[in-house]
T-cell receptor, first 112, second 112 residues
Framework: QEKVQQSPESLIVPEGAMVSLNCSFSDSASQSIWWYQQHPGKGPKALISIFSNGNKKEGRLTVYLNRASLHVSLHIKDSQPSDSAVYLC????????????FGQGTVLSVIP | GPKVLQIPSHQIIDMGQMVTLNCDPV?????FYWYKQILGQQMEFLVN????????KSKLFKDQFSVERPDGSYFTLKIQPTALEDSAVYFC??????????FGPGTRLLVL
């Protein structure tokens, strides 16, 4: 059964800082990794996904995937107070009917 | 972006009663999902549904749980009878194909 671990549990940064969030997973054959953002009282919102080893950039977001080390990271450039939320790493297994296995999340606070 | 609605937002019921959680998925989506999140724990997959059938269910999807989407209306999760450990936030999600899942805001269920 896939296991997903995120670190750190929480993070406080000043506005404008670069944010780095980490996620480890247990199955190197996992098909894809997704990052979701969740504000209090809301459902998760998909931010970015990655399928292949390497990196992918979308706006202020960059995600790095290393299948050999079973690690994926999300980097947020020029963080804003509106980025304050819980960030969830989710892994989709191969042949898993699009089932997502979530980590416990990282709580990000960006201070103005 | 695409919106998934969930009704009701909160529900309080007595143990042993039946409850139905309703999800209004994105209009052209074909795949539907339920996830469960107990307070302070990570979100966990319950079940997914396509073409009128359950594709996969987890160990959390007890015999007391059932899902259906009669005639393209709401996608529902029914629990009958409820137990104390069913208290959680239930998130519905939908996707067009087996790709990005769009989540609703959740239904907060409290079983007394």
């Amino acid at each position: 059964q896939e296991k997903v671990q995120q670190s750190p549990e929480s993070l406080i940064v000043p506005e404008g800082a670069m944010v780095s969030l980490n996620c480890s997973f247990s199955d190197s054959a996992s098909q894809s990794i997704w990052w979701y953002q969740q504000h209090p009282g809301k459902g998760p919102k998909a931010l970015i996904s990655i399928f292949s080893n390497g990196n992918k950039k979308e706006g202020r977001l960059t995600v790095y995937l290393n299948r050999a080390s079973l690690h994926v990271s999300l980097h947020i450039k020029d963080s804003q107070p509106s980025d304050s939320a819980v960030y969830l790493c989710a892994v989709r297994a191969t042949g898993g009917n699009n089932k997502l296995t979530f980590g416990q999340g990282t709580v990000l606070s960006v201070i103005p | 972006g695409p919106k998934v609605l969930q009704i009701p937002s909160h529900q309080i019921i007595d143990m042993g009663q039946m409850v139905t959680l309703n999800c209004d998925p994105v209009s052209n989506h074909l795949y539907f999902y339920w996830y469960k999140q107990i307070l302070g724990q990570q979100m966990e997959f319950l079940v997914n549904f396509y073409n009128g059938k359950v594709m996969e269910k987890s160990k959390l999807f007890k015999d007391q749980f059932s899902v259906e989407r009669p005639d393209g209306s709401y996608f529902t999760l029914k629990i009958q009878p409820t137990a104390l450990e069913d208290s959680a936030v239930y998130f519905c999600a939908s996707s067009f194909q087996q790709d990005t899942q769009y989540f609703g805001p959740g239904t907060r269920l409290l079983v007394l």
